[in-house]
């Protein structure tokens, strides 16, 4: 079962705009990261925030966290049409302990040119 | 190796045939994972080795699948007497540390049963 879901399931802009993702889990965590996929191809790591910290920024990547209402938000600015991709959110759940990660059913990304 | 490597890329099997993957992690990364993604989905979890030990097989769907890493490292997943809801990409991971930090992802198999 996957512990994550994230909104909307597909997105559409147009390069230079901003593209916000959200994620909503259901259990408590220690870390919650994203992932990036590309058509046909394996998921890369993106970003990974811990369950104490709030907002974390990488390049043209911006996270929230608010375990209160155990969401998560990937916002990519100025888009370009080669962030064409599944974006997913995955958690690292509190007490697990095979240490794997759990993760949503993804945001369908299209940035069009 | 560069990255984390699985093979075959692509695998067509009968109903009913057996079929082995193999994941080569990154050299000295002590945990994997693998996942099976569907369609459309988002990886689900199967199974999990710290070193040469299946510390978490809860994931695998039924006794018909099997994984191995003897020596901690290659490791392959096994699919006996396929179904085609088998059908899917498998999807593996390592990770340096044995606490959960960033996973490294090979490009995955993905396996078409007819």
């Known amino acids: 079962s996957q512990q994550g879901e994230e909104d909307p399931q597909a997105l559409s802009i147009q390069e230079g705009e901003n593209a916000t993702m959200n994620c909503s889990y259901k259990t408590s965590i220690n870390n919650l990261q994203w992932y990036r996929q590309n058509s046909g191809r394996g998921l890369v790591h993106l970003i990974l925030i811990r369950s104490n910290e709030r907002e974390k920024h990488s390049g043209r990547l911006r996270v929230t966290l608010d375990t209160s209402k155990k969401s998560s938000s990937l916002l990519i600015t100025a888009s370009r049409a080669a962030d064409t991709a599944s974006y997913f959110c995955?958690?690292?759940?509190?007490?697990?302990?095979?240490?794997?990660?759990?993760f949503g059913g993804g945001t369908r990304l299209m940035v069009k040119p | 190796g560069a990255g984390v490597s699985q093979s075959p890329r692509y695998k067509v099997a009968k109903r009913g045939q057996d079929v082995a993957l193999r994941c080569d992690p990154i050299s000295g990364h002590v945990s994997l994972f693998w996942y099976q993604q569907a369609l459309g989905q988002g990886p689900e979890f199967l199974t999990y080795?710290?070193?040469?030990?299946?510390?978490?097989k809860s994931g695998l769907p039924s006794d018909r699948f099997f994984a191995e890493r003897p020596e901690g490292s290659v490791s392959t997943l096994k699919i006996q007497r396929t179904q085609q809801e088998d059908s899917a990409v498998y999807l593996c991971?390592?990770?340096?540390?044995?606490?959960?930090?960033?996973?490294?992802f090979g490009e995955g198999s993905r396996l078409t049963v007819l």
């Open positions: 080795f710290q070193n040469e030990a299946q510390l978490d």
């Open positions: 991971a390592s990770s340096l540390a044995e606490n959960t930090g960033e996973l490294f």
């Open positions: 995955a958690t690292d759940a509190l007490g697990n302990a095979g240490n794997m990660l759990t």
